[in-house]
């Protein structure tokens, strides 16, 4: 059974960093991809970051592009997604979300993690 289990969220002021991680158990994503999305009040879910597990290829939503970063350790089989200079806007819940395959970076996610809260105060 596969399993994502994130950590690293918390509460900071804006202009700080955090750092998530997403570990992977019970499955092999070698040539598959893990994503980070996000989750406001009231929104949909969006997605925010992704990475190849092989390659390391990686992908970003506009709004994070610069301030973001997305890696992955494949010997310990997790994620970890790098915020700095955060932004009020920035507030979510962050999942981490893994799959086969590499196509669609965005999309058709199918393993999720519990989601971990981020929460930007001014």
């Known amino acids: 059974q596969v399993r994502l289990v994130e950590s690293g969220g918390g509460l900071v002021q804006t202009g700080s960093s955090l750092r998530l991680s997403c570990t992977v158990s019970?499955?092999?994503?070698?040539?598959?991809?893990m994503g980070w999305f996000r989750q406001a009040p009231g929104k949909e879910r969006d997605f925010v970051a992704a990475?190849?597990?092989?390659?390391?290829?990686?992908y970003y939503e506009d709004d994070v592009k610069g301030r973001f970063t997305v890696s992955r350790d494949n010997t310990k089989k997790t994620g970890f997604l790098q915020m700095n200079n955060l932004k009020l806007e920035d507030a979510a819940v962050y999942y981490c979300?893994?799959?086969?395959?590499?196509?669609?970076?965005?999309?058709?996610?199918?393993?999720w993690g519990q989601g971990t809260q981020v929460t930007v105060s001014s």
């Open positions: 990475i190849s597990w092989s390659a390391g290829f990686t």
């Open positions: 019970g499955g092999t994503f070698s040539s598959g991809m």
């Open positions: 979300a893994a799959k086969y395959g590499t196509y669609f970076p965005k999309t058709r996610y199918d393993y």
